[in-house]
């Protein structure tokens, strides 16, 4: 399983580098946003897929499951959505001050 969420891995961050690399904002903002999704199941792989119960203090338990990797991927998630929230919104902006979302016009290098 863990090798199949690898290969996942590595096609979303090969699609996300693709759209960052695009000359339109809305295709870059997509682009990190795949990315940050790629990073969250690579942080979920990495802390393996253990059965057990659950870690509550009270229980002899010998084998239990690990929490801190769910919790740092709902961390990131949270933030992941706040700050594409942000983004889009800039991108609105500046789509409606410049009237282009071309990265190259709002650099200013006007394409020939």
Do not use: W
Not at 20 to 42: D, P, T, W
């Amino acid at each position: 399983m863990e090798t199949l969420m690898v290969i996942l891995v590595g096609i979303l961050i090969s699609i996300g580098t693709y759209l960052i690399l695009s000359k339109q904002l809305l295709r870059i903002v997509l682009g990190a946003s795949i990315v940050g999704h790629a990073v969250n199941l690579l942080l979920i792989t990495s802390g393996g897929l253990k059965t057990g119960s659950a870690p509550l203090l009270g229980e002899k338990v010998a084998n239990f499951t690990d929490a801190i990797p769910q919790a740092l991927i709902l961390t990131a998630i949270v933030i992941n959505f706040a700050v594409t929230a942000l983004v889009l919104v800039l991108c609105y902006r500046a789509y409606q001050s410049f009237g282009t979302d071309d990265m190259e016009q709002l650099r200013g290098n006007e394409l020939e």
